[in-house]
């Protein structure tokens, strides 16, 4: 993983410079390992690749497979159909490679590392859907609020990290995660303000996204209970102009100090109220939970608690026991290239 286009540029430059093979397009079956080490990797066209100091995995994580994506995550709609943000190659092969050999698969219980994002399917033949993380513009400005399918918010909007553990809350009497799906809320005041659908200020909304002139008309567009959305609308605008939200505190929490709306006061508070209103369903995605136990090498770990000579893992292949369950931007980004640089260092005898 890589933080630009430009970076990948780099990257393919600075191999090609080294006479370095690239091979695109194909896929690798197994590790081969020897004597307890690994020793390089079988294709699926069956040809071997011998790696004389290592193998590094780096992989991605599995989001494109719904059932690792299940079976890892617990939240339902993580991978869902049609979504964008997730490439459809991480299918989590680094993982089921690694744990074939003994492999410690290991979960950060609490993982921090999901945000809430809508899809907007394709308008025209041929053009492309879009898929946006909602938690960047439209949770952080006002005139937008966050509900469940009882209409009722369940977190401070503007915070992330504090909306997760409320999407992985069960109800064991109804059997359901009672805050997904999710729905984002917002009226026409948004709209003339803020981007939407990484479209510019002031553009038309996607036919795609529910639109109506009152809320009890939109909530039944969703299956939102109706009296549930209205009430909550209602209290939430009592808190705009009080300045406070008694619920959830939004906008208040230290780590949106650095916020240009925060310079405003609480400016992440503004009523809904102006039709239309429209809303759209979210849904989970984002980081993995789960991926190769390493140590400080990025040497992956074994059943046994020993390092599995010759393999490595390094990006969303491997577990982020680095950041424990909190999570900011750029960090995978960051361990990726530090873990990769640590790895051949060690493969070099310099570890």
């Known amino acids: 993983m890589l933080p630009s286009a430009d970076g990948r540029i780099c990257v393919v430059a600075a191999l090609s410079e080294r006479g370095v093979p690239m091979m695109t397009g194909q896929s690798v079956a197994r590790l081969s390992v020897e004597g307890g080490r690994v020793v390089g990797v079988v294709m699926g066209s069956g040809e071997f690749i011998e790696a004389r100091r290592g193998v590094i995995l780096a992989t991605g994580g599995y989001g494109a497979d719904p059932q690792m994506s ?173 300045g406070v939200d008694e619920d959830f505190h939004r906008g208040e929490h230290q780590w949106k100090l650095a916020s240009q709306l925060r310079q405003l006061g609480n400016g992440s508070l503004g009523t809904v109220e102006k039709p239309p209103f429209y809303a759209i369903e979210l849904h989970p995605a984002g980081g993995s939970s789960v991926g190769l136990l390493t140590d400080a090498h990025a040497r992956v770990i074994h059943q046994r608690r020993r390092a599995i000579p010759g393999l490595y893992a390094s990006g969303n292949a491997a577990a982020a026991t680095e950041q424990g369950i909190g999570y900011q931007a750029g960090l995978s980004l960051a361990a990726a290239m530090t873990f990769s640089y640590l790895a051949v260092r060690h493969t070099l005898g310099h570890g």
């Open 70 to 242: 299940w079976e890892f995550e617990q939240l339902p709609g993580f991978a869902h159909e049609g979504s964008g943000l997730i490439p459809q190659s991480l299918t989590g092969d680094g993982l089921v490679m690694g744990a074939e050999i003994g492999g410690i698969v290991h979960k950060v219980e609490n993982s921090l590392r999901v945000m809430l994002s809508y899809t907007i399917p394709a308008e025209a033949p041929g053009s492309t859907a879009t898929s946006v993380h909602a938690g960047i513009v439209e949770l952080c400005s006002p005139h937008t609020l966050l509900v469940n399918r009882y209409g009722r918010r369940f977190a401070d909007e503007t915070f992330f990290q504090g909306i997760v553990p409320q999407l992985r809350l069960f109800d064991p009497g109804r059997h359901e995660y009672p805050n997904l799906p999710a729905y984002l809320i917002f009226d026409a005041q948004y709209l003339e303000r803020y981007s939407f659908a990484n479209r510019p200020v002031g553009s038309s909304v996607p036919p795609a996204v529910a639109c109506a002139d009152t809320l009890s008309e939109l909530a039944s567009m969703l299956g939102i209970e109706a009296g549930g959305l209205q009430e909550t609308v209602r209290r939430f605008n009592g808190f705009v102009a009080s």
